[in-house]
C-alpha cells in the first residue's frame, strides 16, 4: 500500500502542469492564477505595511509635537497654572507635563508674508528638540540664549525666503493704539535655527520661541494658554483623563490625543480595514483561476485518470494528484508574494525615487499626503495571516475539481475509447 503524498502522486501531478501543445492552454490560464496570487500577496503586503507605518509616522509626529493630552484654559489664559502643573504631575503614569503658549500671528519679511502659530515653550523645552520631534535643519538652538529670537519651521522659511541668521518680524493679533489710530502690533526676531518636524502643516506654519518671550510678545504676564501633559502608555490615554480632569478641575477642558485627531484615526482605521477586504479579492479571483484550471485539468486528463484508476491507483491517490496540481501553484505564488512584498517595502523608498526620475513626477507630495516620505512598517502577524489566507484559499480552490476527479468512473470513460 503507497503511503500518502508519494513521490508517484508528486511526479504525475507535476506532470500534469507542465504545458504541452494539446494542453497550453490550461497552463496559461494555471500561469495567470499564479501570478494573480503571487501579486496579490505582494501587493497585500505593500499595501497594509504602508498604511500600517504612515499611521504609526503620522501618530508619533503628533505625539511628539502636541502632548498626549492637553489642557485649554477657559477665557484663554491660565493665571495661576503652577498648582495646576503640580497636581498633574502627582498623577501616577503622567510622565512629563509642560505649560506653554500657542498663539496665532502673521510672519513678514522682504515682503512675503505668511500665515504662522507661535509656540511659547519652556527653554529646557525648546533645547532639548521636542524630545527628538524636531530636527535641526540649519543654525544652532543655543542662539535662542539671546533675547528675541525665534526658530521657525523648514517650510515656512524657505515660504518666506529667511534662513538661520535672517530676521522676521511677526505681527501679533492685537491692536496698539497711536495717534493714527490701532494698528497691529509688530516686532522683529532673530532666526536662530530652522527646524523640521516632518509633518507638513507643521513645518509651514510652525514658530517656538522661549516661554518668556512669548508672555512678553502676547502680554500674557505670567499666564499660559494651555498645558501639555505626557503619559507612559499614549495609546491608553483615555484611561488617564478621569484624574486628569479631576487635576484641572475648573482651571480648563482636558482633551486627549485621539479626541484632537478623531476624524484622522478613524479615517485611517477605516481606510485600512477597507483595504485589506479590497486587495484580498485580489487573491480570491487567482483562487478561482485555479479552480477553472484544474476542471479543465480534469476534463483534459479524465482518460488518464481512468487508466491509472485501473491500474490501481485508488480514489485518495487521485484527489491528492489534483490538490498537488493546484496547490503547487498557491504555495509557490505565496512565497514568491512574500518575498516580492517584503524586498519592496524594505526599498520603497529607493523604488519611489528611482519611479519618479522615471516619469518625471512628483509621486508622494507631503502637502497631500501629510508626511515627508512613504513609510513603511512590516507587522509579522499581518504577513503571516496573508500567507495563511492565501494558502487556505488556494487549498480550497483545488477541493471541488480534485474531488470530481476522484470520482470518476472508470468503466464509463474508457467506455468508448
Not at 485539468?297 to 487521485?318: E, N, P, Y
Request: proline content about 4%.
Amino acid at each position: 500500500m503507497r503511503r500518502p503524498f508519494a513521490g508517484f502522486e508528486w511526479s504525475v501531478a507535476l506532470r500534469y502542469l507542465k504545458a504541452r501543445r494539446t494542453d497550453g492552454f490550461i497552463s496559461v490560464i494555471a500561469g495567470f492564477s499564479f501570478l494573480g496570487i503571487m501579486l496579490g500577496v505582494a501587493t497585500l503586503i505593500v499595501v497594509m505595511s504602508v498604511m500600517n507605518g504612515f499611521r504609526q509616522e503620522l501618530v508619533a509626529k503628533l505625539l511628539g509635537f502636541n502632548g498626549h493630552a492637553i489642557v485649554s484654559a477657559y477665557g484663554g489664559k491660565v493665571e495661576n497654572w503652577v498648582p495646576v502643573v503640580d497636581a498633574l504631575r502627582g498623577i501616577d503614569g503622567v510622565r512629563k507635563v509642560t505649560p506653554y503658549i500657542h498663539a496665532q500671528v502673521m510672519a513678514i519679511h522682504d515682503g512675503a508674508a505668511a500665515g504662522a502659530f507661535v509656540r511659547g515653550l519652556p527653554d529646557a523645552e525648546l533645547m532639548e528638540a521636542r524630545n527628538g520631534a524636531m530636527r535641526v535643519v540649519s543654525g544652532d538652538l543655543s542662539g535662542l540664549d539671546y533675547e528675541r529670537t525665534i526658530v521657525i519651521g523648514s517650510r515656512l522659511a524657505r515660504a518666506l525666503g529667511v534662513g538661520a541668521g535672517d530676521s522676521v518680524t511677526l505681527l501679533a493679533p492685537t491692536f496698539t493704539a497711536t495717534p493714527l489710530g490701532s494698528l497691529p502690533r509688530g516686532v522683529s526676531f532673530m532666526i536662530a535655527a530652522t527646524v523640521e518636524v516632518g509633518v507638513y502643516d507643521f513645518d509651514i506654519a510652525f514658530i517656538g520661541m522661549p516661554l518668556s518671550e512669548a508672555q512678553a510678545f502676547f502680554r500674557y504676564g505670567d499666564a499660559v494658554s494651555n498645558i501639555e501633559i505626557y503619559v507612559d502608555d499614549p495609546e491608553a490615554i483615555e484611561r488617564y483623563m478621569p484624574a486628569l480632569d479631576s487635576a484641572v478641575r475648573d482651571v480648563g477642558v482636558v482633551t486627549s490625543w485621539r479626541q484632537i485627531n478623531r476624524n484622522l484615526v478613524s479615517a485611517l482605521d477605516v481606510e485600512r480595514n477597507v483595504m485589506f477586504l479590497i486587495l484580498t479579492l485580489i487573491i480570491v479571483v487567482a483562487a478561482f483561476n485555479i479552480i477553472s484550471s484544474l476542471i479543465m485539468l480534469v476534463k483534459d486528463k479524465a482518460r488518464d485518470v481512468a487508466i491509472l484508476r485501473t491500474m490501481g491507483a485508488s480514489q485518495g491517490a487521485i484527489l491528492r494528484i489534483f490538490v498537488i496540481a493546484g496547490a503547487s501553484i498557491g504555495v509557490i505564488g505565496t512565497a514568491l508574494g512574500v518575498v516580492l512584498g517584503v524586498v519592496f517595502c524594505l526599498n520603497i523608498e529607493s523604488i519611489k525615487n528611482a519611479l519618479q526620475a522615471l516619469t518625471g513626477t512628483d509621486l508622494w507630495n507631503p502637502e497631500i499626503r501629510f508626511l515627508s516620505e512613504i513609510p513603511a512598517l512590516l507587522d509579522p502577524a499581518e504577513v503571516i495571516l496573508t500567507v495563511m489566507m492565501a494558502l487556505v484559499l488556494s487549498l480550497l480552490a483545488t477541493l471541488p475539481p480534485s474531488l470530481r476527479a476522484a470520482r470518476l468512473d472508470p468503466v464509463e470513460v474508457l467506455r468508448y475509447e
